[in-house]
Nanobody, 122 residues
Framework: QVQLVESGGGSVQTGGSLRLSCVLS????????MGWFRQAPGKAREGVAA???????NYATSVKGRFTISRDNIKNSLYLEMNNLKPEDTAMYYC????????????????WGQGTPVTVSS
């Protein structure tokens, strides 16, 4: 059974930093596309950062230069380093794995974590 578990969310002030982690279990880590997504109250889920099939990082325009996605294949883990956080980054953040489609489109992903909340206050 494939399972993703996120951690690292929290509450910070504008300009603060957080590092999200996601551990994948139950399947071969390297064979999946994986990425980070977020959903703010009343809004659709959106792609934040994800690796494409060439293992290049893709970022949403709104987070470029502030967020960094990385992976540790030995630990079966995916990370999201978030710096210079803004109130508009407030959302539930999800890790997802396995999609036959583009890496930044949430609709194609098969496996999802439970989410970790991020709140940025001004």
């Amino acid at each position: 059974q494939v399972q993703l578990v996120e951690s690292g969310g929290g509450s910070v002030q504008t300009g603060g930093s957080l590092r999200l982690s996601c551990v994948l279990s139950g399947y071969s880590y390297g064979s999946y596309l994986m990425g980070w997504f977020r959903q703010a109250p009343g809004k659709a889920r959106e792609g934040v950062a994800a690796f494409d099939r060439d293992r290049n990082p893709n970022y949403a325009t709104s987070v470029k230069g502030r967020f960094t996605i990385s992976r540790d294949n030995i630990k079966n883990s995916l990370y999201l380093e978030m710096n210079n956080l803004k109130p508009e980054d407030t959302a539930m953040y999800y890790c997802a794995a396995d999609t036959p489609f583009g890496p930044m489109w949430p609709g194609g992903y098969k496996y999802w974590g439970q989410g970790t909340p991020v709140t940025v206050s001004s």
